[in-house]
Nanobody, 124 residues
Framework: QVQLVESGGGLVQAGDSLRLSCAAS????????MGWFRQAPGKERDFVAA????????NYADFLKGRFTISRDNAKNTVYLQMNSLKPEETAVYYC?????????????????WGQGTQVTVSS
């Protein structure tokens, strides 16, 4: 049983930064990639970023414009999302997810396991 636990969310002001963490446990980590998604109330779950375990290839949502950085620590089975210059409209629950076999990493269906989410609230 794979478990993903996000942490690092909270309440910040517009323009502030946060770093989210996602720790994976429960098996020898041999998935293809990890991703971050976010979901605001009443909206769909949107892709934010993804990173492969081998090679560390990254993929970002177009709207981020370089403000976020995804990284990984293979030894700790942990993935991070550094978020800078946060905006109020980015208030959402942020989820990490584990893709075992890859695919179109911008789509939720590519992922096999999901964390419980961490709330990020950005005040104006």
């Amino acid at each position: 049983q794979v478990q993903l636990v996000e942490s690092g969310g909270g309440l910040v002001q517009a323009g502030d930064s946060l770093r989210l963490s996602c720790a994976a446990s429960g098996r020898t980590f041999s998935g293809v990639a990890m991703g971050w998604f976010r979901q605001a109330p009443g909206k769909e779950r949107d892709f934010v970023a993804a990173i492969t375990w081998n090679g560390g290839n990254t993929n970002y949502a177009d709207f981020l414009k370089g403000r976020f950085t995804i990284s990984r620590d293979n030894a700790k089975n942990t993935v991070y999302l550094q978020m800078n210059s946060l905006k109020p409209e980015e208030t959402a629950v942020y989820y990490c997810a584990d893709s075992l076999s890859g695919g179109v990493l911008r789509l939720p269906v590519a992922y096999d396991y999901w964390g419980q989410g961490t709330q990020v609230t950005v005040s104006s």
